[in-house]
């Protein structure tokens, strides 16, 4: 069975930096598109990044456009999100998803088309 297994997030200061990391196991090899969604504090889960693990097709929500680059390590099944000039509203859990199937771009932000879930791990920016 997949698992997926977020690092530590931490508290950063606004215009920090912090990079995320998960790691795959049992099966990994099977995640073909790769997520990063949050939940901030009171709202709902919201996609932030995915990226495809074959061709590194991305999509990137608004809020993370300019700020946050998703990468794959595709022979350490583990893919990372580097998230700069972080602001108070970036204040979060992050969970990492993942699903066997390739989703086109467009479908990527759909939280029904992930599989396996990491734990979550928070982040928060403040001063």
């Known amino acids: 069975q997949v698992q997926l297994v977020e690092s530590a997030g931490g508290s950063v200061q606004p215009g920090g930096s912090l990079r995320l990391s998960c790691q795959a196991s049992?099966?990994?090899?099977?995640?073909?598109?790769w997520a990063w969604f949050r939940q901030p504090p009171g709202k709902e889960r919201e996609f932030v990044v995915a990226?495809?693990?074959?061709?590194?097709?991305?999509n990137y929500a608004d809020a993370a456009k300019g700020r946050f680059t998703i990468s794959r390590d595709r022979i350490k099944n583990t893919v990372h999100l580097q998230m700069n000039n972080l602001n108070t509203l970036d204040t979060a859990v992050y969970y990492c998803a993942g699903t066997s199937r390739s989703w086109i771009v467009s479908a990527m932000p759909r939280s029904e088309g992930y599989d396996y879930w990491g734990q979550g791990t928070l982040v928060t920016v403040s001063s």
């Open positions: 049992g099966g990994a090899s099977s995640i073909n598109t």
């Open positions: 990226i495809r693990r074959g061709d590194g097709s991305t």
